[in-house]
């Protein structure tokens, strides 16, 4: 439960929190230093009125760079392969239903066809199926499998 808790506070501190403070803060420090004391106060007199215009600009621009950063770069697609890779779920199964009745369901599948195909499959086709099979009661027992040290 505590490192639930520590997880949620920093998700909400990250992503909310810090977000506003950081956003009111570069505002505040950019209104100062380049509006109020120059000629652009006559364009912005008020500081609202220079919040709503940076808003209407920078939310679209905003928008569009964190689309390229999903979609065209690299940064995201490193960004998921290290979080899968540090997530034990990808390499054991997941508790629940996945552990109850989906895994225990494929292997019995697996060996009545094992069983049923018996005669027409090759060495090497049983092997292949007796070797996931090994990996599986691995998992049921709440093993891992995989690559798990491989970066």
Do not use: C, Q
Request: proline residues 3%.
């Amino acid at each position: 439960m505590i490192f639930r808790s520590w997880f949620y506070l920093r998700v909400g501190y990250a992503t909310y929190i810090a977000f506003f403070i950081g956003f009111v803060s570069n505002i505040i420090v950019i209104y100062k230093l380049a509006i109020a004391d120059t000629s652009l106060l006559s364009l912005f007199p008020h500081l609202t009125e220079f919040v709503v215009v940076v808003a209407i600009i920078a939310s679209p621009i905003s928008v569009i760079i964190g689309l390229l950063h999903m979609r065209r770069t690299a940064a995201f697609a490193a960004d998921a392969s290290v979080s899968t890779e540090a997530n034990p779920y990808v390499y054991k199964i997941v508790p629940g239903k996945e552990r109850e009745v989906t895994v225990p369901l494929s292997i019995l599948t697996a060996r009545v066809l094992l069983k049923l195909a018996e005669d027409r499959l090759t060495t090497d086709e049983k092997r292949e199926l007796e070797e996931v099979l090994t990996k599986a009661d691995k998992l049921l027992l709440g093993h891992s499998v995989g690559l798990k040290n491989r970066r």
